[in-house]
């Protein structure tokens, strides 16, 4: 098992000359003692194979604890890290540690440990021996895969199953501060998902039904594995199998012992291949035969169904029962609100978007843009009932004892986690749509009622000048320290209308351009700010975006939206300290992927400095707010996502969604050059 100098000190990776730390000593003393011993092996692998949720390893004090004390030492020393942050992850990150043969002699001289780590781990003295306990079949030993990832306070990686080319081997080797031990409520556990077996009916072309069992994974994770220091956790890559996450590094708490290190998890992460030309055990067409079966592509096609929330398309009726009990016609037949529709809509809206001149003012702006962002939508005497009603649920859904368990008992959990994960409570069309005062869930008397009446449908489709067919309405609670959904691309040729109604009543989940912005509706203001523009008296306080791939216009919160998502090293934007912590939750509509791009379809691109072109992947960003409604007309390709929401966030986030069909879209008056009087 010993390897020699001679045999290694060059070694082609990636089509490139690979260089060895001098001098090489025998790879297996760089790690632990013992553990090449054949009933250390057998010891392991029993571990391994009788694992669940799926099989995994973990070993303790992998390395030699001097070498591994002196690699820390070295990556704090001499490496730098960027923040990184998409709609599934947010940490720091180095380089590709296989671009370190590339740095010059002097910058090698810096990082001898490294070197020899990395040479250790994919020596073939260890891959064998991984290969041997995880049972995964030969690894390469040219295409090295690996970073050193850093996790502070508020970084998390979210449910995926590492399922991308030709990865064969995940593994975690944890570099955390070895003379502070990590302590499980810190957070940063390695968490496994369980899958759930599903069961679906199909007919063949005989007309013979068949049963197929199927699996997703469970929106709870089963197994949690903390970081420890020279610990290594690993697990073969299986498509739609293998999901994890990494649990948020939680901020200290107020109170807490200030002697924690700042909880930075740091870790090299990687992934071993399976053999590359050459090399022992290379199959041809195998890299292709593991491309088809990628996870990505297996999970939409097949269990989709299983998803939930799934879409319920309500239609309306031809006629609808008013207060007066008589019959009004179709919506599409109608050009105006009737006074029926006012007095139902008095119920809950601000009298000031019922106005003729206030619509008329809707339309015009959303025939430029196509999206708007409204403040003080609902009255302000219903939005305080609602505020209040929302804190006391939340008090009491932290409570397993409280009213709100039993009241709040139908709302049930998005899955699969590897898409999203909140609470959820799905609406329908009532022939009843009079609001009863004595109905005391405020959230389902707007889903419900509101929401879903002809009369708001009317509304919307009067403000926008579209068209619009049946309704898709849910009402969501993101938990903090738990929800997010990923970003999903829209995939219909037709474009769909979506609103966004915000009811969230905690604040602090972006930073305040100045004091005089955040004042509360507890105390009775009227709040009319919208990204910090106040709204005159001659004004309606919208503001708009353009939610598609093309002519996309920028407002205030395309560019800024960076910003106030990450500050960078917690400084203010006059470099003072800042106490502002970005706790998530804001929801983000982005551009399609440029077919050609070969970059992360949801990756946040940095700021752009100031004389620069600003990112214009980023279209509509909103931070989650109390009273908003914001509607943006969504184009084929347009991804969107909520962003996890921190356990430092003062709250949840609460809203309403829905999307409703177009029909008969004009696609020729659609654009930054047609005539506003031209789209419809």
Request: glycine letters at 6%; charged letters at 30%; aromatic letters at 8%.
């Amino acid at each position: 098992m010993k390897r020699k100098l001679e045999a290694c000190q060059n070694e082609s990776i990636n089509g490139a000359t690979k260089k060895r730390a001098l001098p090489l000593k025998n790879i297996v003393d760089h790690f632990r003692e013992g553990l090449f011993d054949e009933t250390q092996l057998l010891q392991y692998r029993k571990a391994y194979l009788s694992s669940e949720p799926y099989k995994h390893g973990v070993i303790p004090s992998l390395i030699n604890q001097t070498l591994l004390r002196s690699v820390r030492h070295e990556i704090r020393t001499n490496l730098s890290f960027t923040p990184k942050e998409t709609d599934i992850y947010r940490l720091h990150q180095s380089g590709d540690l296989a671009n370190l043969s590339g740095l010059d002699s002097s910058s090698l001289a810096r990082l001898p440990s490294l070197l020899k780590l990395r040479d250790a781990l994919y020596s073939s003295d260890f891959r064998s021996w991984i290969a041997q306990v995880a049972d995964s079949g030969p690894l390469s030993g040219q295409k090295t895969d690996m970073a050193i990832n850093v996790y502070t306070p508020g970084d998390h990686l979210l449910c995926h199953d590492d399922v991308i080319g030709t990865r064969r081997v995940s593994y975690i080797l944890y570099l955390t501060d070895p003379d502070k031990p990590w302590r499980p409520e810190w957070g940063g556990a390695l968490r496994l998902y369980p899958l759930e077996k599903r069961y679906r009916h199909s007919s063949d072309i005989q007309g013979d039904v068949k049963e197929e069992e199927v699996k997703t994974p469970s929106p709870e994770w089963t197994k949690s594995i903390p970081p420890e220091f020279n610990q290594l956790s690993f697990f073969a890559v299986q498509p739609g199998e293998s999901f994890h996450d990494v649990e948020e590094v939680y901020h200290r708490s107020e109170g807490a012992e200030q002697d924690d290190g700042g909880r930075v998890r740091m870790a090299i992460s990687g992934w071993y291949h399976i053999p590359q030309r050459g090399e022992d055990g290379y199959e041809e067409g195998l890299e292709r035969r593991v491309a088809a079966k990628s996870s990505l592509a297996q999970l939409q096609g097949n269990v989709d169904e299983f998803d939930e929330p799934q879409v319920v398309r309500h239609q309306y009726p031809a006629t609808v029962p008013d207060a007066t009990t008589e019959l009004r016609p179709k919506l599409d037949t109608e050009d105006e609100l009737s006074e029926a529709d006012l007095d139902f809509l008095l119920q809950f809206m601000d009298p000031k978007y019922l106005t003729p001149d206030t619509v008329e003012q809707l339309q015009e702006l959303f025939a430029d843009e196509s999206s708007l962002r409204l403040a003080d939508f609902l009255s302000k005497s219903y939005a305080q009932t609602l505020h209040a009603y929302i804190l006391a649920a939340e008090l009491d859904l932290r409570n397993p004892n409280a009213e709100a368990q039993t009241e709040f008992s139908r709302w049930r959990l998005a899955r699969p986690p590897h898409k999203h994960r909140f609470q959820y409570y799905q609406g329908e069309i009532t022939s009843n749509l009079d609001s009863s005062p004595e109905d005391k869930n405020y959230i389902l008397r707007l889903l419900n009622q509101f929401f879903a009446s002809v009369a708001f449908r009317k509304w919307l489709s009067l403000s926008t000048g579209l068209k619009l067919g049946g309704s898709n309405l849910t009402a969501r609670r993101f938990r903090r320290g738990m929800d997010y959904t990923l970003a999903t691309a829209y995939e219909n040729d037709e474009p769909q209308l979506e609103f966004t109604f915000g009811m969230t009543p905690t604040k602090g989940w972006e930073a305040p351009e100045d004091e005089d912005d955040i004042d509360g509706i507890e105390e009775g203001a009227e709040n009319d700010v919208v990204d910090g523009d106040r709204s005159s008296e001659d004004e309606i306080p919208a503001e708009s975006l353009r939610a598609k791939t093309k002519g996309q216009s920028k407002g205030s919160s395309g560019s800024s939206a960076l910003e106030k998502a990450r500050p960078e090293a917690g400084l203010d934007k006059n470099g003072g300290p800042s106490e502002h912590i970005d706790v998530g939750g804001h929801e983000v509509y982005m551009a399609a992927e440029d077919p050609s791009s070969t970059a992360d379809p949801a990756q946040y691109k940095s700021s752009a400095p100031t004389g620069e072109d600003e990112d214009d992947s980023i279209l509509f960003s909103t931070p989650p707010n109390f009273n908003h409604l914001s509607v943006v007309l969504r184009d084929k390709g347009v991804l969107r996502f909520v962003k996890y929401v921190s356990q430092k966030a003062k709250g949840d986030r609460w809203d309403i969604i829905g999307d409703f069909a177009v029909e008969d879209f004009d696609q020729e008056g659609d654009g930054e050059e047609a005539e506003a009087d031209g789209e419809d």
